[in-house]
């Protein structure tokens, strides 16, 4: 493994650690992506990382950046990286490879289609997305209730796992994710 990997890695990502002989991947994802693959690396060279058998193979490792965000700070992206990390989980055993370890087990949400109004005050459907603790955030916003479930229906596999992009691109969701932002934004300087 070469450390020039670490050159130009961005702040947030999910990342692999792969080993192309034995077909073997351990997957993570770290919001200081350089300080958390510096330290599992230093770990694996020093023999000192919690799965022995990746130690054995240090020098047979590849690190792979699947998935990237530019905001270390984004409120949501440890959630979103959960979500995605099930993704990349699944698409990892699509593709015949095995685990170091044991498959980790990220929170598992279920689409719910909820009808509101959006930041203008016209009435929309809201996809979110809902954990079993019944925390859920928003993944699409649309005028009618086909449109959503289209929506649902195109990103979520047979296996419940979704299709990446989670979020919808229309214009409608773009504009409510702006709203909410620049609210809640405004709500954080407040406090301070």
Not at 20 to 28: A, G, I, N, Q, R
Not at 72 to 82: E, T, Y
Not at 162 to 169: F, G, K, Q, R, T
């Amino acid at each position: 493994m070469v450390l020039e990997t670490m050159r130009g890695l961005p702040k947030s990502c999910i990342f692999a650690f792969y080993n192309p002989t034995k077909k073997k991947v351990y997957l993570s994802y770290a919001r200081n992506s350089i300080k958390r693959i510096a330290s599992i690396m230093s770990d694996l060279r020093d023999g000192t990382f919690s799965n022995t058998e990746m130690c054995e193979d240090y020098l047979e490792l590849e690190l792979i950046v699947l998935e990237t965000s530019s905001n270390k700070n984004s409120l949501d992206s440890q959630a979103v990286f959960r979500l995605h990390m099930d993704y990349w989980q699944n698409y990892v055993e699509k593709l015949g490879l095995s685990y170091y370890g044991k498959r980790s087990v990220y929170v598992q949400y279920k689409p719910r289609l909820t009808h509101g109004f959006d930041y203008e005050g016209k009435k929309v459907v809201f996809v979110n997305l809902v954990t079993k603790r019944n925390d859920s955030f928003i993944v699409g916003v649309f005028n009618k209730t086909p449109d959503a479930k289209e929506f649902v229906s195109t990103y979520l596999d047979s296996q419940g796992s979704y299709i990446l992009p989670v979020y919808s691109y229309n214009d409608l969701t773009k504009g409510f994710m702006k709203f909410e932002r620049s609210r809640l934004v405004s709500r954080m300087n407040v406090r301070s």
